[in-house]
């Protein structure tokens, strides 16, 4: 669910369009696993700091294709702090992923 003060942003044609054309880009698959996607994540997170800037939340290199699962274990790994099972470079794209 969205946080409260990115609800906007997300109900926003910009974000509905740039979505949807990422995720057909990377034909609707998890970048991580391969199952289907359900999410269009931002590997750089949203804050209220940044939540106006395009570069960070309509920019295809912010953005990554994932399944609930793959995307419920990024915001978990995040919230400890800790990315045990998914690692990612300083641009915040994925390099391994650990089982």
């Keep these: 669910m969205a946080r409260a003060f990115a609800k906007s942003f997300y109900n926003s044609a910009a974000w509905k369009h740039t979505s949807k054309a990422y995720a057909a880009s990377k034909f609707y698959l998890c970048e ?21 800037n395009p570069d960070i939340t309509l920019n295809w290199n912010n953005l990554m294709c994932v399944c609930l699962d793959c995307h419920n274990r990024i915001k978990e790994d995040n919230e400890k702090s800790k990315l045990r099972n998914i690692i990612f470079d300083s641009d915040g794209n994925v390099i391994d992923v650990k089982d």
Aim: glycine share 4%; charged share 25%.
């Design 32 to 52: 991580i696993c391969g199952r289907p996607y359900k999410i269009v994540h931002h590997k750089k997170w949203l804050t209220p700091e940044n939540i106006n």
